[in-house]
């Protein structure tokens, strides 16, 4: 995982051609528009104005996607274990999952409310609802896409059931399991900022980044708002970055996605 | 301590190889036709037997019903008197592929069939190191498999199916995916192998100077159904060597088991 400087350049520079376009479309709006595009510096100052308010609500936002993330890998890998185990509660319960996908956030809060009240319980499980199925799937998937002989070889030395899933099917599943986790890893901020905005108006200490956002809205803060989304953008990317460590520690030595060390 | 019944992989007494005996076996896979017909066969104890025959002649099925892996619809097999499967003796497998656990290091891979069959950890270790000694690969343990190329990988493999200290020693194809020079190496290295231990063989290929380079009997097998065509005895004394391939006896034989192989070849069309 070597950063190298020709991989940072050509970011650097894009980065400072937004910026720089950024400010050439608001040179060109008409002035009655212009608060609807906050200029970046703008933007910069709503980050020191409104500090303590955007840290607060990132933290909470954060803890409220830590905590939807980490029961969805929990639940989906004993449930993908169950369904990899089993052909029939695979086709039983594939179906319903499927449909716990298409399930629409935003319908569902209102009902999560009611029932778990408004704030963190409520964030959490829309955060869960959301990243559980990538896990789920690419978990199972893993799990039963397992070298075919190497599943024979297992079964010529005797191995016991056990033995065959935690030393074989379970770490030939890890790749899969890890695309999982990065999808996951960056739907559970978002989750969590649609939950909050749905669900976490009651919180407290004054909610997330969500209810952040339907605060400033109200009151037409445009560069307030800008730096909420930049907030949010920190958030996923630190929950990014740190599923993308997590899977590099368990797979860069001995998985063909990562470079090979040195003989 | 981990206990294991009737195993004895580094055993004072080298232990014995097995015989085979294969008697009207047929198979057939669902309805479909037969795979497998009538097939007899005996093999002594050190036998050294190669398969060969066109594709879908059932070479790769008779390996899998000796290693118990499938069972035969009619017929007997016996691996030492008993049938395939729980109680028979100590056999290893080696498939096409090096087929290694991708996140272990090679010396773990080698050690897995041990910590599958309950071997006690203190044994393990020297066991792994003799093992990977005999196959040139004493440096490697710490490699990951995907550091090592195609022939040092089939080495693992082959250090791994030696571990148990094998009685009989099934090879689907192993060095089918090599190039000629590493494949050539590998056969002399597997019949060097086979002066340090003993185990019966049975050696599936497509090579017919593979087959004769290594075997003491050729199986011919002919498809649809499959069935044993001819046998060739390979009269070639052991040890053999690189010189062996020169030899006119060792080229008349092969141009014998070509020929075979063609007329069975021929009569499948």
């Known amino acids: 995982m070597k950063i190298r400087c020709s991989t940072i350049w050509p970011a650097l520079i894009a980065g400072s051609a937004f910026i720089a376009i950024w400010y050439g479309v608001r040179g060109i709006i008409s002035p009655a528009r212009e608060f609807m595009l906050p200029p970046p510096h703008e933007v910069l100052a709503a980050f020191g104005e409104h500090a303590t308010e955007l840290l607060n609500a990132s933290r909470n936002t954060g803890i409220g ?7 969805a890998v ?75 002989s190497l599943v024979e070889l297992f079964k010529m030395y005797r191995a016991s059931k056990w033995q065959e899933i935690v030393r074989l099917r379970v770490p030939a599943a890890l790749p899969y399991f890890f695309t999982g986790l990065r999808i996951a890893g960056t739907l559970a901020p978002i989750g969590a900022i649609v939950g909050d905005f749905s669900a976490g ?25 800008f730096a909420t989304v930049f907030s949010g953008c920190v958030l996923g990317f630190v929950f990014v970055a740190a599923v993308s460590g997590l899977s590099w520690l368990c797979l860069h030595q001995w998985h063909d996605s990562y470079e090979k060390p040195d003989n | 301590m981990e206990t294991c019944k009737n195993f004895c ?97 090679v010396a773990a891979n080698v050690e897995l069939p041990l910590i599958l069959r309950g071997v006690p950890a203190a044994r393990r270790a020297e066991i792994v190191q003799r093992c990977l000694r005999q196959v040139r690969l004493g440096e490697r343990a710490d490699a990951f498999p995907r550091q090592l190329s195609g022939g040092q990988q089939m080495r693992v493999s082959i250090a791994r199916a030696l571990a148990l200290d094998p009685r009989l020693l099934l090879l689907d194809e192993p060095f089918g995916a090599l190039d000629e020079m590493t494949r050539n190496h590998l056969n002399e290295e597997l019949l060097s192998l086979r002066e340090a231990a003993s185990w019966t063989a049975f050696f599936v290929t497509h090579s017919v100077a593979e ?55 021929e009569a499948a069309k």
Not at chain 1, 123 to 129: D, Y
Not at chain 1, 201 to 225: D, E, H, P, R, V
Not at chain 2, 77 to 96: C, H, K, M, T, W
């Open chain 1, 65 to 71: 996607a830590l905590l939807g993330f980490s029961l």
């Open chain 1, 74 to 148: 929990v639940v989906a890998v004993a449930m993908a274990l169950t369904l990899s185990l089993n052909n029939l509660i695979r086709a039983g319960l594939y179906p319903y999952l499927m449909m716990m996908q298409m399930m629409p956030v935003i319908v569902i809060a209102p009902i999560l409310v009611l029932w778990a009240g408004a704030g963190l319980p409520s964030v959490t499980i829309i955060t869960f609802l959301i990243c559980f199925f990538p896990l789920v799937v690419n978990t199972t998937q893993g799990l039963i896409s397992t070298d075919r």
């Open chain 1, 201 to 225: 108006n009651s919180a407290g200490n004054g909610g997330g980044l969500g209810f952040l956002t339907l605060i400033y809205g109200a009151q037409f803060k445009m560069a307030a708002l």
């Open chain 2, 9 to 105: 992989p580094v055993s004072d007494t080298n232990p014995q190889a097995c015989s085979v005996r294969l008697q009207s076996v047929a198979k057939k896979f669902g309805d479909g036709p037969d795979v497998l017909q009538d097939i007899n066969f005996d093999a002594v104890a050190g036998d050294f037997v190669a398969i060969i025959g066109p594709s879908g002649c059932g070479k790769s099925t008779l390996l899998r019903m000796l290693a118990g892996l499938v069972s035969q619809n009619s017929g007997q097999i016996e691996i030492d008197g008993s049938a395939p499967g729980r109680n028979s003796p100590e056999l290893s497998y080696v498939f096409q592929e090096p087929t290694l656990l991708a996140w272990q290091r």
């Open chain 2, 211 to 265: 087959a004769v380079f290594l075997a003491n009997r050729v199986i011919i097998m002919s498809a649809n159904p499959g069935c044993i065509a001819h046998e060739v005895a390979i009269d070639l004394p052991y040890p053999r060597t690189p010189a062996t391939r020169e030899e006119p006896s060792f080229q008349q034989l092969a141009a014998k088991v070509s020929g075979l192989l063609r007329t069975v070849e």
